[in-house]
């Protein structure tokens, strides 16, 4: 069985390994002390525990953030890695009852964390967001944020507000951020993104009007950009990559031609592009 040893937010892989260690592996590196629990992604299964802020990492080990090894790890290696990261972020975030305060406990038969005080259930938080490929004609609007790699853009992205269905979300955060109305909002596909607990909802559009101008304090830029003048985009491994790769690869360019910029997504209340 493979597992999943977390020290903070980033996670324990053997040196120069390109996949999760085994569990006596993993077992030998936390000395006895960690507190295990099993994680399940679709048919494959792990064990994950999370360090002690004490614990000091060995020679042998690599500690590496998590973006570092989404294009690294194999699946089912890599929804393992990335369910264990969310859960275990869950784990610690809840160790005490949000009505009480009491310390809370695991839920026999139940992914949830139980209060023996009031009965309280907390379940692991999910953060919905949606992330948007809004075309006009044969132009994709693309955003620059403060948070990414110089000269890098993306799709835009934003989390769901209370009361809101997900197109009324892609709505207000294209209006929010970009100034524009769009139409025609079309499912794409959905990616889970633990940085710390997302679920990206990706989304096709199209332009209905509106004059275009940044107007989220989080941008610096939007524009309109032609599949054969992109700049460089995420990487391969995020939804927000495969909305402009489905841009691209309708408009004839090989999206394997696309510039890339580094491993560090967007984050905030703005939710990342990938």
Not at 10 to 34: F, N, Q, Y
Not at 230 to 253: E, K, N, Q, T
């Amino acid at each position: 069985m493979r597992a999943c040893l977390f020290a903070g937010d980033r996670i324990v892989l053997a040196e120069g390994a390109c996949d999760l260690p085994s569990l006596e592996e993993a077992k030998g590196w936390e000395g006895g002390s960690a507190e295990w629990f099993r994680v399940d992604a679709g048919a494959a299964r792990a064990m994950a525990a999370r360090m002690s802020a004490r614990w000091t990492p060995l020679p042998e080990v690599a500690v590496m953030g998590l973006r570092a090894v989404l294009p690294l790890l194999p699946e089912p290696s890599l929804s393992l890695a990335l369910t264990a990261a969310h859960l275990a972020r869950w784990r610690r975030t809840s160790r005490f009852c949000g009505v009480c305060g009491a310390a809370n406990e695991p839920a026999p038969g139940h992914r949830a964390m139980l209060c023996p005080s009031c009965g309280h259930l907390a379940f692991p938080k999910i953060s919905p967001a949606v992330i948007v490929q809004v075309t006009r004609g044969d132009n994709i609007l693309l955003g620059r944020s403060r948070r990414h790699p110089r000269g890098g853009y993306s799709v835009l992205a934003g989390f769901v507000d209370p009361g809101e269905s997900l197109e009324d979300t892609v709505r207000r955060e294209i209006r929010e951020e970009a100034g524009i109305r769009v139409r025609g909002i079309r499912y794409f596909g959905s990616q889970p993104w633990p940085f710390p607990d997302s679920l990206m909802v990706g989304f096709r559009a199209v332009y209905d009007g509106g004059e275009l101008r940044g107007r989220d304090e989080e941008l610096e830029d939007v524009g309109w950009f032609g599949a054969d003048a992109l700049p460089p985009v995420p990487p391969p491994y995020s939804i927000a990559r495969g909305l402009i790769d489905d841009f691209a690869r309708r408009h004839g360019v090989d999206p394997a031609a696309l510039a890339s910029w580094g491993r560090r997504g967007s984050g905030g209340r703005g939710a990342s592009s990938g």
